[in-house]
């Protein structure tokens, strides 16, 4: 178990508690301490004394894609499971995930995650139950494959996964995107399959100063620079879906510019698509690719379409507009937000 921690000595000892009471009891927890000033290598200390599976890798403030390189290199063992400080594990995670993998139905895959608890306001942090609950509905590798550029399928903290994945495909990478959906995309990109555990094996604590609502690496317009990359390589990689003429559904100047990333992977957009009839249009601004209704939409298998619409109402809209019309996701079309 790989875990990194910085200034998390209010939570680690429930963090370090679900490891120790896994059924499983052949594992090692790394803790990686990175540069903490509030008490957390002392607390580790004190926990490494009392439980001698829990090994502490104590390093410089270099943050987090350090840290969990660090704690990849130090790692033992042929499986590294994931999970942040604050996070709790279920008893049975770690028997349950490696059993998965051990079966037929995860031989073939490299990674394995898991159904989540969303533990926090659900309310007030509805973006994120939100996300949880999506995920959650992703259980086989060939859902979460085609649906990865949407959003990260698997919670980071929920996974267990091959070393021979890493020694192939690489570990993570510092950049101005989220350090774990770059890692998914480009595993993924490379024929990595992803499983998932259809139970809930992780209590994943939603607090409201998380990285991920401060850090600038985690803002949306950083998950569609990083997913416009995937999705040109993921086209180039079937040269008759390239071939095709590319739609992009969504008009709206959000989407436009965010669409536009995709340009600067050599990728061309033919028209976009919109259901409203005032953006309908020739061309916008009398220059540039049309605006379509989704009436005059081609027959399947003469046009690829992207689906840029953040709603997820509107994305299952557009996704079941499209399937009536006999398109096939991922051979016709992807949702990408």
Not at 108 to 125: F, I, K, N, R, Y
């Amino acid at each position: 178990m790989l875990l990194p921690a910085r200034d998390a000595a209010a939570t680690l000892p429930r963090a370090v508690a679900s490891i120790r009471a896994q059924t499983f009891s052949d594992w090692e927890l790394l803790v990686v301490d990175d540069g903490s000033a509030d008490g957390t290598a002392e607390l580790l200390k004190g926990l490494a004394r009392a439980e001698p599976r829990l090994r502490v890798l104590r390093r410089p403030r270099e943050g987090l894609v350090a840290a969990l390189n660090a704690g990849l290199s130090a790692a033992r063992g042929d499986l590294i499971a994931r999970m942040d400080a604050d996070d709790e594990a279920l008893p049975e995670r770690f028997a349950a995930q490696v059993a998965w993998l051990d079966g037929p139905a995860g031989r073939e895959c490299g990674l394995v995650s898991c159904l989540v608890e969303h533990v926090g306001d659900a309310a007030a942090q509805a973006g994120y139950a939100r996300h949880v609950s999506w995920l959650n509905g992703l259980l086989t590798p060939e859902a979460m494959a085609v649906r990865r550029f949407i959003d990260a399928p698997v919670a980071h903290p929920s996974v267990l996964f091959r070393r021979e994945v890493v020694a192939r495909h690489g570990g993570y990478r510092a950049g101005d995107f989220p350090e774990d959906h770059e890692l998914w995309l480009r595993w993924m990109d490379a024929g990595v399959a992803f499983g998932k555990v259809p139970g809930v094996l992780l209590r994943w604590h939603d607090p409201p100063d998380r990285l991920s609502r401060s850090d600038p690496r985690y803002a949306s317009e950083a998950f569609f620079r990083l997913k416009a990359e995937w999705i040109a390589r993921w086209l180039r990689a079937r040269p008759a879906l390239a071939a095709r003429p590319l739609l992009v559904w969504g008009a709206g100047r959000p989407t436009r510019l965010r669409a536009a990333a995709l340009t600067a992977h050599g990728l061309r957009i033919a028209a976009y698509v919109d259901v409203d009839p005032a953006k309908v249009t020739p061309a916008l601004g009398g220059s540039g690719p049309a605006v379509l209704a989704p009436a005059a939409l081609p027959p399947a298998g003469e046009a690829f379409v992207l689906a840029y619409v953040s709603s997820p109402g509107a994305r299952d809209l557009i996704a079941a507009d499209l399937m009536a019309r006999g398109w096939v996701e991922g051979r016709d079309f992807l949702l990408c937000a």
